[in-house]
């Protein structure tokens, strides 16, 4: 029989790139290129239940239909929910404090979270009516947005 031989657990320092690019899918090829082009933002309309939502999706989340249609939505919107991140992590794509979002647009029947900014923490609310602003170097990903501000 042969010996198993047991080995004390180790770690190796080092760090990995990779650079890497990957499809966004149908609809969301649409949704990059024209905020990145028009400054556009589009829901995908579904056929059989008409909810707007937003990012767009190829499969209705409420009734699985197939999504085909785009739609444009906002730019106006409103806060539906809210979070004020108060400490700093490594993770955190800004520094704190700064405001997470969930904002639903004009004509769309689902929110999507973006960072809320040049606002007054204590002003914040849940209803707040807000507009995006748009990054002037756009690159057809979501922080073509740069954030959303109160109107
Ligand atoms: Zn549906």
């Given at each position: 029989?042969?010996e198993?031989?047991?080995?004390?657990?180790f770690?190796?320092?080092?760090?990995?790139?990779?650079?890497?690019?990957?499809?966004?899918?149908?609809?969301?090829?649409?949704?990059?290129?024209?905020?990145?082009?028009?400054?556009k933002?589009?829901?995908?309309?579904?056929?059989?239940?008409?909810?707007v939502l937003?990012?767009?999706?190829?499969?209705?989340?409420?009734?699985?239909?197939?999504?085909?249609?785009?739609?444009?939505?906002?730019?106006?919107?409103?806060?539906?929910t809210?979070?004020?991140?108060?400490?700093n992590?490594?993770?955190?794509?800004r520094?704190?404090?700064?405001?997470?979002?969930?904002?639903?647009?004009?004509?769309?029947?689902?929110?999507?979270?973006?960072?809320?900014?040049?606002?007054?923490?204590?002003?914040?609310?849940?209803?707040m009516?807000?507009?995006?602003?748009?990054?002037?170097?756009?690159?057809?990903?979501?922080?073509?947005?740069?954030?959303?501000?109160?109107?």
């Amino acid at each position: 029989m042969e010996e198993i031989k047991h080995y004390e657990p180790f770690e190796v320092d080092q760090h990995l790139t990779a650079n890497s690019r990957y499809y966004a899918g149908r609809m969301g090829s649409r949704f990059y290129v024209a905020l990145r082009d028009q400054q556009k933002i589009l829901g995908a309309k579904c056929p059989k239940c008409n909810k707007v939502l937003w990012p767009p999706r190829s499969t209705c989340h409420v009734c699985f239909s197939e999504l085909t249609e785009t739609v444009e939505i906002g730019p106006l919107g409103t806060v539906e929910t809210f979070t004020v991140v108060t400490y700093n992590e490594p993770v955190q794509p800004r520094k704190a404090p700064f405001v997470y979002a969930v904002i639903r647009l004009d004509g769309a029947d689902t929110g999507m979270a973006h960072f809320l900014d040049e606002v007054d923490l204590d002003e914040v609310h849940i209803g707040m009516r807000v507009r995006p602003v748009f990054a002037r170097d756009r690159k057809a990903n979501i922080l073509d947005i740069q954030y959303f501000k109160p109107l």
